[in-house]
């Protein structure tokens, strides 16, 4: 099965920075588009940043010029790199990833377990 295995969260300042990976792990075919989401407390899961496997990258507008995506295809590892966080940065961040099996015919998103990064004044 595949598998996405996040680290890096923790609790800053606010104005620090944090960077965050995302290991996908498997039986895995190739994998396109790669991604960010965060679920503050009380709130819905909102999208952050996406890349897809070009590099072409796609930032939420509340993060746009503060936070990075990227990866390696190599090492099958997706990073977001967060600077000047905000105490409105606090929540739940969740890795995903579409995912082509090895011998599936299509592909499946995979979701990982989720790290509490929380940003203090």
């Known amino acids: 099965q595949v598998q996405l295995v996040e680290s890096g969260g923790g609790l800053v300042q606010a104005g620090g920075s944090l960077r965050l990976s995302c290991v996908a792990s498997?039986?895995?075919?190739?994998?396109?588009?790669m991604g960010w989401y965060r679920q503050p407390p009380g709130k819905q899961r909102d999208l952050v940043a996406t890349?897809?496997?070009?590099?072409?990258?796609n930032i939420a507008d509340s993060v746009k010029g503060r936070f990075t995506i990227s990866r390696d295809n190599a090492k099958n590892t997706v990073y977001l790199q967060m600077n000047r966080l905000k105490p409105e940065d606090t929540a739940v961040y969740y890795c995903?990833?579409?995912?082509?099996?090895?011998?599936?015919?299509?592909?499946?998103?995979?979701w990982g377990q989720g790290t509490q990064v929380t940003v203090s004044s």
């Open positions: 890349i897809t496997s070009g590099g072409n990258t």
């Open positions: 995903n990833a579409r995912v082509w099996p090895q011998g599936s015919f299509r592909y499946f998103s995979y």
């Open positions: 498997g039986s895995i075919s190739s994998i396109n588009d």
